[in-house]
């Protein structure tokens, strides 16, 4: 059966019309999608009337050729010009969602604050790196041999009695100390060695205004050769006088530690009487032979104390439950 060039070209006109209408009446990018497909797809309409040219003689077929071209480029364009709206369209839909009113006043969010214990454990160890210490750290469970043994303390050593101990189950225990972290590192570091070690500990005290049974520590190493209790004076005082100012009144009193000898307590003068705030001294030959060093080589200094204490006196705190309540009319004071 053959079809005229006519019949072809009233089908083309007929068919630009419709798509001119159909396009004029989408509503989204899908429907869009799917009218391009029913007049472009493989078995679109525009396809089925091409197929058409086969039956025209061969004189007829360029100018149906020429007309299908025509059409077909003007349904690209209304296409392409309708997705370009539409996309235009959702966009302008996306900023009016979620245009910010910027004469609304904005949501208040505080600042942070750093905690008084974690600012002081900052400080102190500024000041230490600047002597040209290294930070150190340690696990808060640890075993009795570092804890107690290894600092010269032996299981009927009358000293343990100064230290009310968690025990654990498997007989370990929580730290009463950071001591322990500096026979860590001996074991692993050869001297020269200096070390600060910041961390948290535990011990049956009773809760009062000066005491916790949670608290945090810092201890500092010092093993060279010839060291001398000197050399311990001259770097407390200089801390102690970066800590809290040169006219500060600071004293060393002999007392007793099992892993030092000899050993001091040191004082600061605050509100008008003395308070206890670290105790220091010489390492005990002991203590190093534990940890494979050599005391007619060797020698070392060490010392230690409560960064509650510390934060007491720098900020004029009265009661060290303060530091612990979280109560935010106290800790918005720093």
Not at 106 to 111: A, Q
Request: charged fraction near 25%; aromatic fraction near 10%; charge should be negative.
């Amino acid at each position: 059966m053959t079809i005229s060039v006519e019949e072809l070209e009233n089908q083309l006109l007929k068919l630009k019309q419709e798509a001119i209408d159909a396009i004029a009446s989408l509503d989204s990018l899908n429907s869009l999608e799917g009218l391009r497909l029913a007049y472009f797809g493989k078995k679109g309409q525009l396809s089925q009337i091409l197929g058409g040219m086969g039956k025209l003689a061969g004189s007829d077929r360029p100018r149906i050729g020429a007309l299908a071209n025509e059409v077909k480029e003007e349904i690209q364009t209304l296409l392409d010009n309708q997705r370009q709206e539409f996309q235009q369209a959702e966009i302008q839909a996306k900023l009016a969602s979620e245009t910010i009113d910027v004469t609304m006043p904005g949501s208040y969010r505080p600042l942070g604050r750093i905690h008084p214990i974690q600012s002081t454990i900052d400080r102190v160890n500024d000041i230490f790196v600047g002597l040209g210490y290294t930070v150190a750290t340690g696990p808060e469970m640890e075993t009795d041999y570092y804890n107690f043994e290894a600092l010269n303390t032996p299981v009927d050593h009358p000293a343990r009695d100064m230290q009310d101990t968690f025990y654990l189950p498997d007989g370990n225990l929580l730290r009463t100390h950071t001591s322990s972290v500096q026979i860590h590192y001996m074991e692993a570091n050869e001297p020269p060695i200096r070390i600060i070690a910041p961390g948290r500990c535990y011990r049956r005290d009773t809760v009062d205004a000066t005491h916790s049974a949670v608290f945090h520590q810092i201890e500092i190493l010092a093993v060279d050769e010839g060291l001398t209790f000197t050399d311990l004076k001259g770097t407390i005082k200089v801390f102690l006088e970066e800590m809290f100012g040169a006219d500060l009144p600071i004293r060393f009193r002999a007392s007793y530690f099992p892993f030092t000898e000899p050993s001091a307590e040191v004082d600061v003068q605050w509100k008008g009487r003395w308070l206890e705030v670290m105790g220091c001294g010489m390492v005990d030959p002991n203590v190093l032979k534990k940890v494979g060093y050599d005391p007619e080589l060797y020698t070392g200094f060490a010392a230690g104390f409560g960064v509650e204490r510390f934060a007491m006196v720098l900020h004029q705190i009265d009661d060290i439950r303060r530091l612990y309540t979280s109560d935010l009319r106290f800790l918005q004071q720093f």
